[in-house]
């Protein structure tokens, strides 16, 4: 039996449609956002309306706040420091319960369907997502990085 999959993606340099694209021709049930701020400058991916375009799409939304990387976590891979933004990331929000509580739940949606996390970040290696797709993959999910063309 195959694995169950959970994807990955970033919106960083993308536009809505081919983003919302990316996402039907994977065959994403639930996009699991896992941003602390779900707000973006980016037009289109701001909570809802990225909630209302997915729901056209029959793609459902669950912002998993809990799981959001801290200010400063941003600031450094902003800066391109992606090992101290998984040192934050893992010492200061995924040690806490609240965060292992979300987890818990964005595994159980994972098992139920295919999911996707979301994050600002186009490469999955700068972003916490990758973090977060490697713990589910320690509990036996495949995971995969898309990428909007």
């Given amino acids: 039996m195959a694995k169950p999959q959970v994807f990955t993606i970033g919106y960083e340099g993308a536009d809505v449609d081919r983003f919302l694209a990316t996402l039907k021709d994977a065959g994403v049930g639930t996009l699991a956002d896992v941003r602390a701020v779900a707000l973006s400058r980016k037009r289109g991916f ?24 801290p200010k400063e976590g941003r600031q450094a891979a902003r800066a391109g420091d992606g090992d101290l933004m998984r040192r934050i990331y893992c010492n200061e929000v995924l040690v806490t319960e609240p ?11 994972a098992e139920a369907q295919p999911i996707c996390l979301l994050c600002f970040e186009r490469d999955p ?14 509990r036996g999910f495949e995971t995969v990085d898309l990428t909007v063309l």
């Fill in 46 to 69: 701001s909570k809802s309306a990225l909630r209302d375009a997915l729901a056209n799409q029959g793609i459902g939304y669950q912002h998993f706040i809990k799981l959001g990387t």
């Fill in 99 to 109: 965060a292992q509580e979300a987890f818990r739940e964005l595994e159980a949606l």
């Fill in 125 to 138: 290696a700068n972003c916490h997502r990758r973090v977060l797709a490697q713990h589910l993959a320690e």
